[in-house]
């Protein structure tokens, strides 16, 4: 009877705990089930971050040819600028060309050097407006991507780094845009890289066009690239 109560009171005292063996093949078993749903999660927060981040680009892309279409459409008229800096405008001709966006394949020669020295990164708007004498004036005004002592910025996103080219179709009734969008890196630091190793974030075009030479249009999620074009009647000196 003693034992029996003995037993009834103080169950521990007769159970044996897990050997060493045991306890590693558990740890090993639970090792086999966490290590691959551990991968799946992170696999699917990264999707997730890739995804999120390539529908901010498109946002912002079509943000930003809102704002051209507007600004073109809204002047008395237009006209492309002259280019000033022909190495920034090399670069993006790269960038566009090597990625596809701009496809110089059914091309001649002569039509591709046509193509090319029509292209600008920029446009003069002229809007005439009244004044309080009701004397009519003409306004004009630079619109790049980016800011110069003789211009303004088109309107976008400074966390993004965004830039393009423009140019007319021969009978100056559309107005080509090619756009470029993508994460822009702002601190000192190297750029971010996603775990396959492709870079989330740039800090300046030739970090794009380091990017575009190596992989061609391939596996670009970080980067938005457009070719789009818009009917316009208000060319300057157009037909």
Known sequence: MRNKIGKFLFPLKTERGLTL?????????????IIPISSYYISGISLYQRTQTETNLRNEADFVLSDIFNTVQNAT????QPVENENHKEDLLSIFEKSGTLDFDSK???????????LSYGIFTYKLTLDKDNVSKLKRKGLQFFATDTGEKFSYNPSYLVDGLFHLSDDNKKLIVYLLVAPKNSREEEN????????????????????????????LHYIRLIRTEFAVNNFKGGE
């Open 77 to 80: 008229y237009f006209e492309l």
């Open 21 to 33: 063996v045991e306890l590693l093949v558990a740890i090993a078993l639970f090792l086999l089930i």
């Open 192 to 219: 971010r890289t996603d775990r396959s190793g492709e870079d989330m974030e740039f800090k300046t075009i030739e970090d794009v066009k380091d990017v575009i030479n190596a992989k061609g249009n391939t596996s």
């Open 108 to 118: 001649s020669e002569e039509e591709k050097n046509a193509i090319k020295n029509k």
